[in-house]
């Protein structure tokens, strides 16, 4: 009996480890098919050996199927290298190109197969006159010290047709921070300034991206711009134009009452908040170049007119006018100008710096707008009305 039990356990044991080695149909150890891995492809937005490649291309590279792990792009000559960002499995250029210049796009990384795979892209941009190209000049200049009522000034010298465009790569940043906007004062010509006068002390950088960002009618930006300034001391002056005297204000305390002499009655000074544009130690003044016929009574042509300080692209000044010192004070007899003694001319030109503030009262004649920097004369809701984002965001 013992040895009918073991044959009948043996046999039990058997039935179950074949059981323990099929899966029902009979084939033993399956081994799972594994599908190949893909190997790196590389895909850029231009073509490798294109010429006249539009300036305002942003060169993309993307990878499939594994990881760049290194993108290039320079000029031919190596001398300038263009920045990216890499964002997910593409690399974007954080810089349009330059016209007529040779570029080296290089491409690296390693597939899903574990191979490394490199790419090398050659092409050229489109070439462009300066007919094609607006350049931008900025005021202040580099490293300047300037009044509290200094607008920041871009001067284009050809039209911007497509402003938004452009604003949203014109920035101004400043230590303490200063909320302020720009105004387009032509396709020529756009200003940002302060909601209030600038805190002296402050530091301002202006930072402007332009350089091939289509202005609008075949015209592109020529080229960035970077410049660093300073606002000094506030320097206010008023020019009471009834009462002959002008005071002047640094740092919020009354300075000096100046006796002067303004326009005539056929020749008003303007009212309204002025700003210094110019000074010249010395300046010849001919009536010629405000549109007085050397025939006309009015005319006049002064040589070497001391201490002035321009407020007016029409011709303004506040000037030494030693000929008019006995209605100083007490009668106005210029031609629109404010004159003063030589030695408060001489005082109040070593106190002053562009941008620094003159503000005209009592006279009927307003200062029109554009006639020299006239920025404080528009209201600030006015004045944001003259951004052409409207309040778009300007990194959007």
Known sequence: MRTVGRLVTSLMLAVLVLSGCT????????????????PLTIETNVDNGASSVPVDTLVTVDGFDGQLSDVSLATQDGKTKVPGDVRGVRW????????????????????????????????????LSLDEQTYPAVAPLQGETVGVGMPVIVSFDLPV?????????MKVTAQPATVGGWYWLSDNTAH?????????????????????????????????????FTVGRSVVSIVDTKRHRMTVKIDGKARRTIPVSTGDASHRSRNGTKLVMEKHESIDMDAATTGVDSDD???YNLKGVKY?????????FLHAAPWSAASQGNANVSHGCVGMSTA??????????????????GSPRRLEPANGWTDWNVSWSDWLEGSALQGEDPAA
């Not at 002035?308 to 303004?316: F, P």
């Not at 001319?345 to 005209?360: E, M, T």
Request: no cysteine; glycine share 10%; proline share 5%.
């Open 161 to 169: 047709k497509d402003r938004a465009a452009f604003e949203k790569r």
């Open 297 to 299: 009574p009015n005319y």
């Open 192 to 228: 940002w300034r302060p909601k209030s006068y600038w805190k002296p002390g402050t530091k301002v950088s202006v930072d402007l991206a332009l350089n091939s960002v289509p202005a609008g009618d075949g015209i592109y930006g020529q080229q960035d711009q970077r410049v660093d």
């Open 308 to 316: 002035a300080l321009r407020v007016t692209n029409s011709g303004e």
């Open 23 to 38: 899966d029902g149909g009979g084939v033993k150890n399956p081994v799972k098919a594994v599908a190949p891995k893909d």
């Open 92 to 127: 974007t250029a954080q810089q349009f190109l330059e016209p007529g210049t040779s570029y080296v796009l290089t491409a690296a990384g390693t597939g899903d197969d574990g191979k490394k795979v490199t790419s090398t892209t050659r092409f050229t941009t489109k070439a």
């Open 344 to 361: 408060n001319a001489g005082w109040l030109f070593s106190q002053s710096k562009r941008g620094d503030v003159v503000r005209y009262v």
